[in-house]
């Protein structure tokens, strides 16, 4: 069964500093990968989301993510942090045959200023 | 494009009682799924439906939940009877596979249950 597993539920960064957020997956088969952010009492918006075409993805709001096969990889990483980036993300895997989007348990992003 | 449009946005009902949850997918795209999210328990696919039938619904917590499809623009979530327990943010979300799964998710529906 598909899966994914996101390290470390919160994370904290100073505003201007890095931001990884990390995922790992568990698939048979080539996976499609993205990423959710849901800011309070909103619904999910996509960040961006690997298909197999480029490794690195760039999505929305200057986050990228680099799908990693030997490593069954797809962290989350942003230069430098903004205070609109505090929210929660989720990871996400869905399989080439069926539509199923299984989430990971979300990792809550705080950007200290 | 609306986007996927979820109605009510908060119901508050008493135990036992029936609730019904409604989703309006975005034009053109084939698959509908139902969410259920909760501190505990995080993000739960509940039931897909794949050109309006049901595909997976090994997610349903139990017989008290149902779901429906009728046409490709609209779909239900029941919930009889309701208790305590089922108070959640319930997410519907639309994709089209054939169009690089574009996973769109509505404003949720914050349902307690008293």
């Known amino acids: 069964a598909q899966s994914v597993t996101q390290l470390g539920s919160h994370v904290s960064v100073s505003e201007g500093a890095l931001v990884l957020l990390r995922c790992n997956y568990s698939?048979?088969?080539?996976?499609?990968l993205f990423w959710y952010v849901q800011y309070p009492n909103q619904g999910l918006q996509l960040l961006l989301k690997?298909?197999?075409?480029?490794?690195l993805v760039k999505g929305i709001n200057g986050f990228e993510a680099e799908f990693k096969k030997s490593e069954t990889s797809f962290h989350l990483t942003k230069p430098s942090a903004h205070m609109s980036d505090a929210a929660e993300y989720f990871c996400?895997?869905?399989?080439?045959?069926?539509?199923?989007?299984?989430f990971g348990t979300g990792t809550r992003l705080q950007v200290f200023p | 494009d609306a986007g996927v449009i979820q109605s009510p946005r908060h119901e508050v009902t008493e135990m036992g009682q029936e609730v019904t949850l409604r989703c309006k997918p975005i034009?053109?795209?084939?698959?509908l799924f139902w969410y259920r999210q909760t501190m505990m328990r995080g993000l739960e696919l509940l039931i897909y439906?794949?050109?309006?039938?049901?595909?997976?619904d090994s997610g349903m917590p139990e017989d008290r939940f149902s779901a429906k499809m009728p046409n490709a623009s609209f779909s239900t979530l029941k919930i009889q009877p309701s208790e305590p327990r089922d108070s959640a943010v319930y997410f519907c979300?639309?994709?089209?596979?054939?169009?690089?799964?574009?996973?769109?998710f509505g404003s949720g529906t914050r349902l307690t249950v008293v």
């Open positions: 979300a639309s994709s089209n596979r054939d169009r690089g799964r574009g996973y769109t």
């Open positions: 698939s048979s088969v080539p996976p499609y």
């Open positions: 690997y298909t197999s075409a480029a490794t």
């Open positions: 996400a895997v869905s399989d080439r045959d069926t539509d199923k989007l299984i």
């Open positions: 034009s053109g795209h084939n698959s």
């Open positions: 439906f794949n050109n309006n039938v049901p595909i997976d």
